[in-house]
């Protein structure tokens, strides 16, 4: 079966360092990858995603993930990061037959300090 | 990119009533709306596909009489709520996509609803 693991519950991190987002999948063959930001009162926004190709994907923001088939991971990375980037991070599979069932991890909240 | 409504953002109501949320696809033309529920500091989990026209598709353990999905046009999509007890209180969260499998899905805002 399909599943997600964000292990970061919460992050904290001073404006302007690097951010590194972990994300650990279980599937049975290449998925199709996605990270999503969730802020409060706004719908999940897709800042990047995954099919095939470049294993590095580049995303909106200045984000990036980088899709690490023998970690089965798909970490997502800003070099600098912004006050306005203070929100929830979901990263999502979804089956390469059925996209449609897009498998969510439980999330995680960046805090950003000045 | 394109932009997914709910309504009401947050309702309450009481208990053995039920409660009808709206997911619009404001500018574009959503073959496929799917609904999730999201608990608090947990993941989304997917509860039906709608396509326009059709009937819902249930994920497991889903009960399709309670949560009633109607999809009536390619903008709009609608779940009903029906007898809410305090165990429906939840976040619940539409999404929109074209009619391709690859296209992107398009998250609406959601709805937060509380039954006392």
């Known amino acids: 079966a399909q599943s997600v693991t964000q292990p970061d519950i919460h992050i904290t991190v001073s404006e302007g360092a690097s951010l590194e987002l972990r994300c650990n999948y279980s599937?049975?063959?290449?998925?199709?990858l996605f990270w999503y930001v969730q802020s409060p009162g706004q719908g999940l926004q897709l800042l990047l995603k995954?099919?095939?190709?470049?294993?590095l994907v580049q995303g909106i923001k200045g984000f990036e993930a980088e899709f690490k088939r023998s970690q089965s991971s798909f970490n997502l990375r800003k070099p600098s990061v912004h006050w306005s980037d203070a929100a929830e991070y979901f990263c999502?599979?979804?089956?390469?037959?059925?996209?449609?069932?897009?498998?969510f991890g439980t999330g995680t909240r960046l805090q950003v300090f000045p | 990119g394109a932009v997914v409504s709910q309504h009401p953002s947050w309702v309450i109501c009481k208990s053995g009533t039920s409660v009808k949320i709206e997911c619009r696809s404001l500018?574009?033309?959503?073959?496929?709306m799917f609904w999730y529920r999201q608990f608090p500091k947990q993941s989304l989990m997917l509860m039906a596909t709608?396509?326009?026209?059709?009937?819902?598709?249930?994920e497991q353990g889903v009960e399709k009489d309670k949560f009633l999905i109607n999809h009536a046009s390619l903008t709009l999509s609608t779940l009903t709520v029906t007898s809410a007890h305090p165990e429906d209180s939840s976040f619940y969260i539409c999404?929109?996509?074209?009619?391709?499998?690859?296209?992107?899905?398009?998250f609406g805002p959601g709805t937060r609803l509380t039954v006392l």
């Open positions: 709608s396509n326009e026209g059709s009937k819902a598709t249930y």
């Open positions: 999404s929109a996509r074209g009619r391709q499998r690859t296209d992107t899905q398009y």
């Open positions: 500018d574009f033309q959503a073959t496929t």
């Open positions: 599937y049975g063959a290449t998925p199709y």
């Open positions: 995954y099919f095939s190709g470049d294993t």
């Open positions: 999502a599979v979804g089956a390469r037959i059925d996209t449609d069932k897009l498998i």
